[in-house]
């Protein structure tokens, strides 16, 4: 199995991409909090990757605004608890948030908030995984690991047309 990475500029900054074999397996920041040892990294390789190639074209598409949906094969490998998170993520629907508070309740226990945010902020593959649409419990930004200027660029980019209009008055 091929472990490899790119990097590929976006209106976020330049991003880290890596994958092994067909699989997507992570999306950094410059700057991420909780980078991954080097050796996940692989070794180096092009966009033209099949895997990151389809990667850069759906990142490109989302940022664009012209996807809200993303079908890149991913695998993104934690602990149990992680991944249960991390799977919980990924039913958030576009334009939405929940609180990390909202999680924990939904994974049966109202007192793992803190322990949600260290599963949300360990994310591999943000954006895809939309750690970004976690939110305080009164719906302020709170920490990310790509920052918070990333953090409500996305946000701002999924606001219903609605909220968007309502902010020009």
């Not at 992570?26 to 070794?43: S, T």
Request: charged share 20%; hydrophobic share 35%.
């Amino acid at each position: 199995m091929s472990i490899r990475h790119t990097t590929m500029d976006s209106p976020l900054g330049q991003l880290t991409l890596t994958a092994s074999g067909e699989f997507l397996t992570g999306i950094f920041y410059e700057g991420h909090w909780h980078m991954p040892p080097p050796d996940y990294f692989g070794v180096p390789a092009g966009l033209e990757d099949p895997v990151f190639a389809h990667t850069r074209h759906e990142l490109d598409e989302y940022l664009g605004g012209h996807r809200t949906v993303f079908n890149v094969p991913l695998q993104a490998h934690g602990n149990p608890f992680q991944e249960k998170v991390w799977a919980r993520l990924q039913d958030i629907p576009f334009g939405e948030t929940v609180s990390y508070g909202g999680l924990a309740v939904e994974l049966g226990d109202p007192h793992l908030a803190q322990a949600v945010g260290s599963a949300v902020g360990r994310n591999p593959i943000s954006i895809i995984i939309p750690c970004h649409r976690v939110v305080g419990r009164k719906g302020q930004l709170t920490g990310y690991a790509g920052g918070l200027r990333n953090k409500r660029y996305l946000l701002e980019l999924e606001e219903p047309a609605a909220v968007k209009e309502g902010k020009l008055f």
